[in-house]
C-alpha cells in the first residue's frame, strides 16, 4: 500500500491552496538530484513546488542508518543537517534550474531542534521539509547565491528549523576556486588514530573523526572510506563531518557525553584532506545546555568557525 502525507495544514493555508499536496514515500528521488552515490544514503523521497516557489520535500529517516540511527529511541541530530543539505540542492536544481553537474558550497548554516527526534515504534519515520528560497542571485550559467529557509514537520508539528547560505558555481569557476591555474592534487590523507570511541558516543571507530588529546592538541580525522561522510570521492573535509567533529571535540575537551540540538557555523575556507587541521574548543554552560566556541584551523587560517548547542547525555 502506497504511504502518502499530506503537507502540514498550517503550510497548505499560508500558500492559499485548494488542498495539501499529497507527497509519496514509495521511493527516493534520484541520487543525482541530492549528490549522493548510495541509494540508501538518499533521505527525501518526492517533491512539491507551489505557485509562489514553496516547496515541500517527503523525508524518511531509516531506523536503522549506520550514522543517524543514535540511540534506541532517537535519532542522531546530524540527520536534520543531512536532510536539509539535500533538500537545498534539489530545490537548487529543480526550482532554479541550477546545473546537474554544478557543485554546491556550502557558506553557513544555523539549525535547530525544536523537539526530540523519536523513532516511531516499529516504521520508519517519514516527516515533510518545506524550503524556501530567499535573496536569490541567479545567473545565465546556472550560478547562484541562496539563502534557503528550512522547516521539517511530523504530524504537523514542526520539530527542526534551519537556513543554510550556500553558493552555486560552474565546474571551472569551482576548479579555479580549490586550484587556481593547476589541477586538481591527490589529496591522500594520513588518517590519524582516532580518540577512544566510547569517549564521543560512538561504537564504531570509522565513526570518529577527532584525533589527539586536549592536552596536546585535537586534530580533524578525514576517514576518506566512510561510506556515509565520503559517500563518493570528495576533494575537502564535507560540512556534515564538520559538525560532527565539533560535537566530539566537545566531549573530549568536557569528558562528557553530549547530543547536539542545535548550531551555527561559517564555512570560510575549503578542509584540505591531506594537511593537519587543528582544533580548538571553548566550552560555556548556558540554560541547562551547554554551547561549545569550536574553530578549524588549516595553514595558519580559519577554515570554518561557529557555535554547537550540546545537551548532555
Known amino acids: ?3 502518502q502525507v499530506d503537507v502540514p495544514r498550517p503550510l497548505s493555508r499560508e500558500l492559499g491552496l485548494p ?10 528521488v534520484p541520487r543525482w538530484l541530492v549528490h549522493r552515490a548510495a541509494v540508501s544514503e538518499v533521505l527525501l523521497t518526492s517533491w512539491h513546488r507551489a ?3 514553496t516547496f515541500a520535500c517527503g523525508v524518511q529517516w531509516p531506523r536503522g ?6 540511540t534506541s529511541a532517537e535519532f542522531d541530530a546530524l540527520v536534520i543537517v543531512e536532510t536539509v543539505r539535500q533538500a537545498g540542492i534539489l530545490v537548487g536544481h529543480e526550482g532554479y534550474g541550477v ?3 554544478n557543485p554546491f558550497i556550502m557558506r553557513r548554516l544555523r539549525w535547530q531542534l525544536i523537539e526530540p527526534l523519536v523513532h516511531s515504534g516499529d516504521h520508519p519515520f517519514n516527516c515533510v521539509v518545506t524550503v524556501r ?4 542571485q541567479i545567473r545565465p550559467n ?11 514537520h511530523r504530524d504537523a508539528r514542526p520539530i527542526a528549523s534551519a537556513t543554510g547560505w550556500t553558493r552555486c558555481v560552474s565546474p571551472a569557476t569551482y576548479r579555479r576556486l580549490r586550484w587556481g591555474g593547476g589541477g586538481p592534487r591527490l589529496a591522500l590523507p594520513q588518517i590519524s588514530r582516532p580518540v577512544e570511541p566510547t569517549s564521543v558516543g560512538r561504537g564504531d571507530p570509522r565513526d570518529v573523526v577527532v584525533a589527539g588529546s586536549p592536552r596536546d592538541g585535537l586534530e580533524l580525522r578525514v576517514p576518506i572510506d566512510h561510506p556515509v561522510f565520503f559517500d563518493h570521492p570528495l576533494d575537502h573535509a564535507p560540512g556534515i563531518m564538520v559538525y560532527e567533529a565539533m560535537r566530539q571535540a566537545a566531549c573530549v575537551t568536557s569528558g562528557r557525553q553530549f547530543s547536539m540540538v542545535g548550531a551555527d557555523v561559517d564555512f570560510t575556507h575549503f578542509i584540505e584532506l591531506d594537511q593537519p587541521c587543528h582544533i580548538s574548543v571553548s566550552l560555556k554552560p548556558r540554560s541547562g545546555n551547554t554551547n561549545a566556541d569550536v574553530r578549524f584551523s588549516q595553514n595558519e587560517r580559519t577554515t570554518a568557525h561557529g557555535v554547537v548547542m550540546l545537551a548532555e547525555q
Open 142 to 152: 546556472g550560478a547562484a547565491a541562496i539563502r534557503f529557509e528550512f522547516e521539517i
Open 51 to 53: 505557485d509562489d516557489g
Open 133 to 136: 528560497g530567499m535573496d536569490a
Open 65 to 70: 542508518h549506520s550514522l543517524y540511527a543514535g
Open 99 to 101: 546545473p546537474r553537474h
Open 19 to 28: 488542498a495539501p499536496p499529497i507527497l509519496s514515500y514509495e521511493s527516493t
Open 1 to 3: 500500500m502506497s504511504q
